[in-house]
């Protein structure tokens, strides 16, 4: 079939996206628990009160339509900036003019988008200006802002949490696309109510993405006799053959990812666990990394339940190692289901914290003596070794000799839990220290 070509004027080469872009806030969809009737967002835009703030959400929630919104609204200079282009000398220059209209009684709104690429140097640059009041600064950034914006300037900023669009939203926006006169509206378009949720899904709370996958898809759909075009099934299926994942491999979304997978695997829920597993796979995720933190659990989470998890989690990086993906995601998966299937037990990790609280907090003790080596003669003179006894030597293999120093006599780092393979160690403990009671006492 011959395909339709929508970009034959000039208005149409702009993209779909751009071109539905919102001007007012009655047009703007999404984000109830900031712009809803009576809300706080709302109500400062409305009442053109607003002060400097930082837009912080996933891409394609708003961000940037937000900020042009309040450009039309605002009885102030709009300046739209970039962090990706402009540097310290760019923004000296725009501070200089905004404090020359500060002076004349004239606001200016800086919006600065992608604002966490600016280094700190260059935040700084912005904070004098905003707390002079030169400037009403709107940052937009993926990332969060607790790590992103310095702490002097996000003092002086309000944050709104942005969220990702429901399905429910992206399906209106997509049906407003296709009956806007700036959309589609002047065609004829022929596209499934199943399609519009199949392309909502795909985008994952994105409306940018939502949008533009709208677009391939009417640009590859199919022209009938009457001149209308009909979106078919093969035709969505070749534009929404692979999702687009939120995934910064070194941002939030990866440590909320990687958190989830640790958290589910404690929860002894497997399919969670391979859940957030395939997601970090699949968003690019090296999975010598994955591997790593799983190593990490089989002892902080299992330990001596099963010691058997250590093994396989080393077992795993090695195939990982030698297969790479897309092969070894199969070996990940072993992994996950064993460690989220197996006994759990945090003593291990119990105990290490607890230590280190004593060795960084308390006195370096001296090792006892009975517990140091005398290779030279002067240090058998200083009686080095004397009293130290051979647990080898003993029927029991227990010897009534005191390994910890004399003011830690009593500490008590390790407490086996009873769970799994533990339990027998719980039980071979308690005989341990039984006996050592009961030799004192002799």
């Not at 409306?207 to 093969?234: C, F, H, K, P, Y």
């Not at 990812?257 to 395939?278: E, G, T, V």
């Not at 080393?314 to 289901?337: R, S």
């Not at 090792?367 to 080898?392: F, S």
């Amino acid at each position: 079939m011959e395909q339709i070509s929508l970009f034959d004027n000039r208005e149409q080469s702009i993209p779909l996206a751009s071109r539905l872009r919102p001007q007012k806030l009655e047009d703007f969809i999404g984000q109830e628990h900031l712009l809803g009737h009576g809300k706080m967002l709302r109500n400062l835009i409305e009442q053109d009160q607003i002060s400097s703030m930082i837009f912080w959400g996933p891409p394609g929630v708003g961000k940037t339509t937000l900020a042009s919104i309040i450009a039309g609204r605002t009885k102030a200079t709009f300046i739209n900036f970039s962090a990706v282009t402009s540097g310290i000398k760019e923004i000296k220059e725009v501070m200089s003019q905004a404090e020359i209209s500060r002076k004349m009684g004239i606001r200016t709104v800086l919006f600065v988008d992608e604002i966490h690429r600016f280094n700190k140097a260059q935040q700084d640059a912005f904070l004098p200006y905003v707390e002079k009041g030169s400037i009403l600064l709107i940052g937009a950034t993926t990332e969060n802002p607790s790590f992103e914006v310095n702490a002097a300037l996000l003092s002086r900023c309000r944050v709104f949490v942005l969220k990702a669009l429901e399905e429910e939203e992206i399906v209106k926006l997509l049906q407003n696309a296709i009956q806007s006169p700036l959309g589609f509206g002047q065609q004829k378009i022929s596209i499934r109510i199943e399609h519009l949720h199949a392309i909502a899904v795909f985008a994952n709370g994105d409306a940018r993405t939502s949008l533009n996958t709208l677009e391939m898809a009417v640009m590859n759909g199919e022209i009938q006799a009457d001149g209308s075009i009909l979106v078919t099934d093969e035709g969505m299926a070749q534009c929404i053959n692979r999702k687009s994942l939120l995934y910064d491999k070194s941002g939030e979304e990866h440590y909320n990812l990687i958190s989830a997978l640790h958290k589910s695997m404690r929860n002894s829920d497997p399919d969670a666990a391979i859940y957030w597993m395939c997601r970090m796979l699949e968003g690019g995720e090296n999975p010598l990394y994955i591997a790593r933190r799983l190593i990490r659990f089989a002892s902080e989470d299992i330990g001596m339940a099963d010691s058997h998890a250590l093994q396989v989690a080393v077992a795993v990086y090695q195939a990982c190692h030698f297969l790479g993906m897309p092969e070894c995601d199969v070996h990940l998966t072993h992994a996950v289901t064993y460690l989220a299937m197996a006994p759990k037990s945090n003593a291990l990790y119990r105990a290490i914290e607890h230590c280190k609280e004593d060795v960084r907090t308390k006195n370096a003790e001296p090792v006892p003596l009975q517990l140091r080596n005398a290779p030279t003669k002067l240090m058998e003179d200083l009686n080095y070794g004397e009293g130290y006894e051979y647990a080898h030597n003993a029927e029991e293999k227990l010897t009534r000799m005191e390994c910890l120093p004399e003011s830690m006599r009593n500490c008590c780092y390790y407490e086996p839990t009873a769970q799994g393979e533990e339990a027998a160690v719980k039980q071979r403990l308690k005989e341990i220290k039984q006996w050592k009671q009961q030799a004192d006492e002799m």
